[in-house]
């Protein structure tokens, strides 16, 4: 009977972290699991509690017929702290400045321990606010998109500079790259967003903050409302780029190519996210 | 104390399916709970057997003072069958096709639950090989190189048609694409693979084979090993591209874009896999 239960409580955590913000009908654990409907209203009580306790997230009960329990992925403030003091040490190497005062990060964008800790913080931001779709633009914005959507459980859509004839018919906008004040062209598959979606942008890095203008434009070409952007570093030193529906993770304060010197700080994350349903 | 074990066994699920592949000492959980060691390793048996029973993957236990556990995550082949069948009614919309006998697909590599399933089959593939990292080529690989990266717990690289100024210094190979018989050129950053890496590649997409034959290329003028090569859909038509070391979950069997007609099958899949750990 206790290894039951625990069989139990260990297959119900993993079902529920493979499907967050999804209504799971009790019935379906006490089918899966040959139990009694107390059984499984019992191992609810033990995992709200557990999933709490080992900083997991937090799961809802909607009661009646048509109920169930949520999952919502999350962290509590203490571990969103120490994970962007982990990316702000791992950035702050000088050797990762390059020509044009761009920071290779390809290391952290290809490591699957920092995007998970990268795709909960976003997704901890985000918490409860029912976006339809994550956007980014290709190529290294992709990675962070994919996780934020891993813990959102929503699509995720890819903006192209350049489209591919694999993309069908597509809408485009154009927009200034900061960094080189050239207008550019960024475009998005038809298929890929419904008109109307709710959409939040994510980005690897925020120099201008043209891609990110260019992002608002194209959710607003589809109807779409957008509920945030959020970079994982931002370079800009215009303060119009400051003031804006932006959060960010990590923040170049100072960057000097020549000697060379690299000064990262946290950026907005902290101040902007409520973590009131995570704190147990 | 009844509920002590329950929070462990939840907590441990999740310490555990987010550090696959990594040796766990046991003194990490017996501090982290203020358990006893024989407590927690009671927990280990329960959770080898929970694991199995739930279809995550198996657990395994080193002993001696160097010792601990590791997790490595896969399914049954049941379960394999599964998903690829619902991957294959997914992808048998004529509506799919586009100019040129492409597949639209931009969809499924966009959707959380879907990649979990390609990640999971592709890593289940590769389960206790070894290997050091993932590489791609930009863009659609990298949802699908993600996933699998994940389930590994490796880094993955993202191999570039046209390399941009944050790369660094790259190395690059030409090679025929085989949808277009042009030579074209792919790079990586000198920056991003180890020399004598130990590597999977793998795209989204198998048509010519030049784009698998120029990640082979690669790996071999940074020194490496290539552990084998997956892809989501195959839709190349020369036999030559089968002999290979190429794992491939789908099959295009037929497609006439006039009428239109697609017809999807499973690819080599199922007899090229050992799903003996994960029988339970």
Redesign the interface.
């Known amino acids: 009977m206790?290894?039951r239960?625990?069989?139990r409580?260990?297959?119900m955590?993993?079902?529920l972290?493979?499907?967050p913000y999804r209504l799971i009908p009790l019935p379906i654990f006490a089918k899966k699991y040959h139990a009694a409907k107390s059984s499984i209203s019992e191992d609810i009580t033990?995992?709200k509690?557990?999933?709490l306790?080992?900083n997991?997230g937090y799961i809802e009960t909607l009661p009646g017929a048509g109920g169930g329990v949520i999952f919502t992925p999350g962290i509590n403030q203490e571990t969103a702290t120490h994970y962007l003091t982990e990316l702000q040490q791992k950035l702050s190497d000088p050797q990762r400045i390059?020509?044009?005062g761009?920071?290779?990060?390809?290391?952290i964008i290809?490591?699957?321990?920092l995007?998970?800790k990268i795709g909960l913080l976003i997704a901890t931001r985000y918490a409860g606010q029912k976006a339809d779709a994550i956007m980014t633009v290709?190529?290294?914005g992709?990675?962070i998109a994919?996780?934020v959507?891993?813990y959102l459980?929503?699509?995720?859509?890819?903006v192209?500079r350049e489209s591919?004839?694999?993309?069908?018919p597509t809408l485009s906008v154009n927009y200034e790259s900061g960094s080189s004040s050239r207008v550019e062209k960024m475009e998005l598959?038809k298929?890929?967003l419904p008109q109307g979606a709710k959409v939040i942008a994510v980005d690897d890095?925020m120099k201008g903050g043209g891609t990110v203008s260019g992002m608002r434009n194209l959710v607003q070409e589809f109807a779409g409302e957008l509920v945030g952007i959020s970079v994982l570093v931002d370079s800009s030193t215009q303060q119009s780029n400051k003031d804006t529906n932006v959060t960010t993770l990590l923040n170049v304060q100072h960057l000097d190519a020549k000697v060379p010197a690299l000064t990262v700080g946290l950026g907005n994350y902290l101040q902007v996210t409520d973590f009131s349903h995570f704190n147990g």
Chains 1, 2 share one sequence.
Do not use: C, M, W
């Open positions: 206790k290894i239960r625990s069989e409580l260990v297959g955590t993993h079902y972290e493979n499907q033990i995992l509690h557990a999933f306790a080992n997991i390059l020509p044009g761009y920071l290779y990060s390809s290391d290809g490591d699957a321990t995007l998970r290709a190529t290294k992709i990675p994919q996780s959507a891993y459980n929503i699509p995720y859509v890819i192209r591919k004839v694999t993309e069908g598959s298929r890929s890095f």
